[in-house]
């Protein structure tokens, strides 16, 4: 197995883990050190952003999937909820991917780096705070408009939206391991969306082969392999762990994942 496999393999488990364990940050890491690799393996400097994040969208359609199923199996995920993000977050992720391409990786990597301190600041605050658990799902038209930023927003960063979608629920009065169930399921809907933008925008010559479009292939399957193993893991220790310390942990990690991106 060479090199370059075992890296892609290292970072689905971590991914898996990140995303069923707090439905955020997986995305972001990803992004990170693709940036860093994906050069070093035939991709034009000037597009390894775009490819980055492609891929890594790509990947998170797999990792949703497997955190999505354990989350729903120990029924924390809202459906209703989920039914009424999704039409926006399909829309969203869509139309941020072809923006996207439109843009150059280096107001990319800076627009990546922005969110990575925004992500960090709002785990490290534990922001918003619980309310008291409401006894229905959120549901109306407002989630779908909210769910069209959440997606165009994703998709410019290479995330399943965990960030976004996790505090809106929080904020809504839904009991944290839901929202971040219920936002494992959104995830989906961003990923699938988004990858198929970068993959039918993305140029056709000049990438290595296995690329489809922005999506290099061997990457995200690679990824996707390993994240599908570690998601239940996650969503096990979510039920049974304690969140502030481990955001603080995760939030510093996110500053450097930020410096990361602006380095690369």
Same mark, same amino acid.
């Given at each position: 197995m060479s090199l370059s496999w075992l890296i892609f393999l290292g970072l689905g488990a971590f991914t @898996?883990? /990140?995303?069923?364990?707090?439905?955020?940050? @997986?995305g972001l890491?990803?992004? %990170?050190?693709?940036? *860093?690799? #994906? =050069? @070093?393996?035939?991709?034009?400097?000037?597009?390894?952003?775009?490819?980055a994040l492609a891929t890594a969208l790509a990947s998170i359609v797999f990792t949703g999937l497997s955190s999505a199923r354990s989350h729903h199996l120990?029924? /924390?995920?809202? *459906?209703?909820t989920v039914a009424w993000l999704v039409p926006g977050l399909l829309l969203g992720g869509w139309l941020g /991917?072809?923006?996207a391409t439109r843009?150059? @990786?280096? %107001? #990319?990597r800076w627009f990546i780096a922005a969110y990575c301190y925004l992500a960090a600041l709002q785990m490290a605050l534990d922001w918003p705070k619980s309310r008291a658990e409401r006894g229905d799902a959120p549901r109306g038209p407002g989630y779908s408009l909210a769910g069209a930023g959440i997606g165009a927003v994703s998709a410019l960063v290479g995330i399943g939206g965990g960030s976004m979608t996790v505090p809106l629920l929080v904020w809504r009065g839904v009991r944290p391991v839901r929202a971040v169930g219920t936002s494992s399921a959104c995830g989906v809907a961003i990923a699938l969306a988004s990858a198929a933008g970068y993959a039918s925008h993305g140029p056709t010559e000049g990438l290595p082969p296995g690329s489809w479009g922005y999506v290099y292939l061997p990457a995200?399957?690679?990824i996707a392999l390993a994240s599908v193993l570690?998601? =239940?893991l996650g969503t096990r220790l979510a039920h049974w762990l304690s969140g502030p310390a481990l955001r603080r942990?995760?939030?510093?990690?996110?500053?450097?994942?930020?410096s990361s991106v602006l380095l690369g």
């Open positions: @898996g883990l /990140s995303a069923g364990l707090l439905g955020i940050g @997986g890491v990803l992004v %990170a050190a693709l940036v *860093w690799l #994906l =050069p @070093g393996l035939g991709v034009p400097a000037d597009q390894a952003v775009h490819v120990r029924g /924390s995920v809202l *459906w209703p /991917s072809l923006l843009l150059q @990786g280096e %107001a #990319l995200a399957l690679g570690t998601a =239940p942990v995760f939030a510093a990690f996110l500053v450097l994942v930020g």
